[in-house]
């Protein structure tokens, strides 16, 4: 087999893992929807608790969708490998002869393409009833699709750490929601910044490269972390 | 006497070096607590192990 | 070089070794905190701006730097002792993390009382410093509540040290990000805790309370590592000898 040959087999094995939890989503299409409806009923609960004045809801709004999509990512991360490690598709990709970084990179963007991604298209709605403009509702998009990458592929890790602990979401929680801290922060900054008339680029390069930062080490590290919670 | 109260700041500045030297007092505290615990549980094994045999 | 590395990291050579360091950690360690502490509160001129309260930095300023010291020496010890399997290393990340929580907690709580009388508040979240020790006591949360999750300790082990090392490459962005955050905030003015002119009569305490500070923490870790090590081989030949004849 040559090198070409090689590099095929282990993107066509991200891809063929990634392809197999999207059929399994579909299948049972509550594992996408309830981290939806969290990500709603979070929404909904500020302004319930902080009260209807629309200057409030304006100002908070930023920062409350994108602390109601950490949540809602969180809520679905707890499932990444539970399946796999009940059912025992787990030991069968520890002996795959492909690298296990590669499978564990499928299975994060099975992830991010099931959790990530329609928060992404539903959060529009949501920032309506914010009073949200439409320009910065174009940049909020733009800010949770570069800040869900990281988070699936930072939230892949602890999945992997925790895997079989029978701990549930609040170990994961305590273990994701620090190093999350700075996806959160520009994020929503940059939203607000941008509601306030501000400019963008800093905080969007910024998600950005902290994205492709934790690309280059999360496969890595979810499938060293695999490695350990399986011996 | 007035250098006790530190310009007005002296509950502040007592408390923060009286907290520090509680959490050094805590931290040797615990770190010896726990080699007693230790050599005390492998004492009573030897102990039980020798008494069987 | 690797079979001194060897001999030094094994454990009945390390137990009897770290015993032996204690008293020469502690008593230097003293006498710097014991001059340091005369010097800072009586010797020193109180600050212009701030008066006496800025004493509190004597404390404040080393806990603070323990508590991100530690956690770079959690982050390599358990580093060396996944690639290289040294069983000591993970000993030592194990006895650093609870330390690391105390002194984070102990920089969280004098920062705090220091921002009551200078900004009026207990709590100022404009401030970088204080909100970056915040997210670092959560990250020591966290990697404890990991290994206490995890009862095979082997395995407890590699988890935590995953974590820790994923932990590492965050918290230079973490201080970044809080920094950035934070100077988008146009709120009140604030004092500067020390600054860069300082008087040599107030930078000499500091800086001996630093490195007295960074002595009793080494005797602290070496007494903690020593209690995990023993526990580590309780079942060997050479505790049950030690303890047979009485040694400590």
Known sequence: MTDNDESLGIFAGTLGVARRDLLLAWKRPGDILNPLFFFAMVATLFPLAVGPSPEQLEFSGPAVLWVAALLAMLLSLNSLFLSDFEDGSLDQMLVSPLPLSALALGKTLAHWLTSGLPLVLVSPVVAITFRMPFSVTGILMLTLLLGTISLSLLGSIGAALTVGLHRGTALLSLLILPLAMPVLIFGARTVSLVAAGDGVAGGLYFLGAYAVLVLSFAPFATAAALRISNE | ?53 | MWKFIHKLASPPHFYRLAAQIVPWLVVPGLLLVAYATYAGLFLAPADYQQGDAFRIIYVHVPSAYLSMMTYMIMAVSAGIGLIWRIKLSHAVAAAAAPLGAWFTFLALMTGSIWGKPMWGTWWEWGDPRLTSELIMLFLYFGYMALRGAIDDTVKADKSSAVLALVGAVNVPIIHFSVEWWSSLHQGPTLVKKGGPAMDTAMLYPLLAMILGFSFLFGALLLRRVRAEVLFRERRTRWVKEMVLSGGT
């Open chain 2, 1 to 53: 006497m007035d250098a006790l109260s530190m310009g007005g700041y002296g509950a502040y500045v007592w408390t923060c070096f009286m907290l520090t030297v509680v959490v050094f007092v805590i931290c040797e505290w615990r770190a010896r607590l726990r080699h007693r615990r230790v050599y005390r549980d492998i004492e009573v094994r030897i102990k039980a192990l020798g008494d069987t045999q």
